[in-house]
């Protein structure tokens, strides 16, 4: 009598400790699967923090394109006829603009470069990588027009950054009713976020 | 007496015998309530595993449009309307001027005016759009449909409305259209890094 039931409370204590167990491995198992489900979903959240800090920077940087190809001072003037309605700039105010990088800094926060180039036709000899300078064959012999640099070592800038491009017609008025136009590109280049944590806009 | 005891006991093991049944029914019945628990908490699980997972496809499928596109179509724009201002070398004439004589049939610089235009509208997009793309000045005028030039590179197959296409269009004066149609390889146009 008194060891069959024994042996009901040592089969009874089994099935309980079975069941133990089995209700361990369950656990363990939920928490490996949302433990594997969190890990995902955060790399997730990270992969989509990253992607919308660079959209911001694209961002950013289009807003700044749009504004400095409408800025007054480099836009062409109605003497430049039909092309003047456009996404005109006039190398001559380009010439006079590059010269005033304070202007940049003043006006547009978080800019990091700002540099206009001749497209087509293309820089051909001497012209070929070479800065716009005045001179008697401006603006023929040469490349680009560097009109913004950040200073490096100025506590940002030195890091990457975005850069976005547009083109851009570039006119010369060759006489008071001679002008020509060529095709041109402008580059705004702002600073990534995340490289240097710097903020704002124009 | 003992026939009373004996009646007694098995009164008592009947009662017993009773109990034991009912004992029996009711432990049947908790395992019956606890195996629908388990199997409701079994639904619950997959029911929550099935919200995660098409939260997740939700997220994915609801990403914000990609600027990039925009941005593209913009570029495209404004190249089409350098190119319509761009001075040719012949006779300082605009691309756009150029356009409205091979229109009127006039010819340029001792050649065709359509010609021309063709070959240096050619050269710009050569040097300008890195994919393929496809340029056309049209008239559309009543009764008159004319295809007055086009210039196409197709080199991975037609550029049209099945391939990621930027459009930009352009009315000159008496009704003449120019279309151009970018169909870049697409990858990301900004370009990060120094």
């Avoid at chain 1, 504004?67 to 190398?91: H, N, Y």
């Avoid at chain 1, 560097?146 to 030195?158: E, F, K, M, N, P």
């Avoid at chain 2, 098995?10 to 009711?26: F, I, M, Q, V």
Wanted: some cysteine.
């Amino acid at each position: 009598m008194h060891t069959n039931i024994l042996r009901n409370q040592i089969r009874k204590s089994k099935k309980g400790q079975v069941k133990m167990i089995e209700t361990i491995l369950v656990l363990l198992a939920l928490v490996f699967f949302f433990g594997i489900i969190i890990i995902f979903y955060s790399r997730f959240q990270l992969f989509e923090v990253q992607r919308l800090a660079q959209e911001v920077d694209e961002e950013r940087a289009s807003s700044l394109l749009g504004k400095i190809s409408g800025m007054p001072e480099l836009k062409c003037s109605v003497s430049f006829g039909s092309a003047s309605g456009t996404d005109c700039i006039d190398s001559y105010k380009l010439l006079a603009l590059s010269k005033q990088q304070a202007k940049f800094e003043e006006e547009f926060e978080g800019l990091s470069e700002v540099r206009v180039e001749r497209v087509y036709p293309p820089p051909s000899g001497a012209g070929i990588g070479q800065a716009c300078e005045f001179g008697n064959d401006y603006p023929e012999n040469c490349a680009y027009w560097q009109l913004y640099t950040r200073a490096r070592g100025a506590g940002q800038g030195a890091g990457s950054r975005t850069s976005l491009d547009s083109f851009v017609t570039l006119c010369t008025q060759r006489s008071s009713v001679l002008y020509e136009c060529e095709i041109g590109r402008i580059v705004v280049g702002v600073p990534d976020r995340g490289a240097t944590g710097a903020g704002g806009g124009a | 007496m003992i026939g009373a005891q004996d009646a007694g006991r098995g009164a008592g093991s009947a009662r017993r015998g009773e109990g034991g049944r009912e004992l029996r029914a009711r432990g049947r019945e908790r395992g019956r309530e606890k195996r629908a628990q388990e199997e409701m908490l079994g639904f619950a699980f997959v029911i929550v595993l099935v919200i995660i997972i098409g939260f997740v496809i939700l997220m994915l499928t609801l990403r914000g449009p990609s600027s990039p596109l925009e941005r593209e179509n913009t570029r495209v724009n404004s190249l089409l309307n350098s190119i319509t201002h761009f001075t040719t070398s012949c006779d300082k004439e605009s691309v756009q001027q150029l356009i409205i004589a091979c229109r009127n049939g006039e010819s340029s610089c001792g050649e065709d005016s359509c010609a021309f235009v063709k070959g240096e509208v050619t050269k710009i997009l050569g040097q300008t759009l890195a994919g393929d793309f496809r340029f056309s000045a049209e008239v559309t005028a009543e009764g008159e449909e004319q295809v007055l030039l086009e210039i196409k590179k197709e080199e991975n197959g037609e550029c049209s409305g099945k391939r990621t296409s930027f459009v930009a269009s352009s009315v000159l004066p008496r009704r003449t259209i120019i279309k151009l149609v970018s169909c870049p390889e697409m990858s990301a146009s900004a370009d990060s890094g120094e």
